[in-house]
């Protein structure tokens, strides 16, 4: 009885040094990296933005939809559209409020040259503002709670 050997025994031989052999420090590395990297879940999670922000409740009346523009430190930024003759909440980060906690709300109806301007609002986190923007822009009116 012989054995015969394979005409691939040498390729298959190359093969297994290959996959065993030269990857390795590869796969040690790899190992050694995902063993030393402590898992993501049980860090202790930042202070949220939104945490002691303020609230603004928008109520457009008006018939056509309304870009409003918050006014803090100088400069105005854009913060919602609300469509004609809808509602809409947002819960504003705390940034928004400015160092001395002084905003101004514009209302720009888009299509119309008119605008709303409110005086300038003392707000303090956790208040809510709300925004009534009425057909005749003149007419619109706002509270703070």
Known sequence: MTIQLSPFLPFRTFLTFLTFRSFRPFRLSLLAVLACSAPRQNMDPGPQPNSDGFSLVLTNH???DVNI???HDGQADRVAMVNAA???TLVLPLYMLGQSGNIRLIAEPIGDDTRYTTD???VQPG???SLN???PIPRSNYSIQ
């Open 86 to 88: 809808t509602s809409r």
């Open 133 to 135: 923007v009425e057909n």
């Open 62 to 64: 008006h018939l056509l």
């Open 127 to 129: 208040q809510i503002v």
């Open 120 to 122: 300038i609002l003392t």
């Open 69 to 71: 523009f918050l006014q």
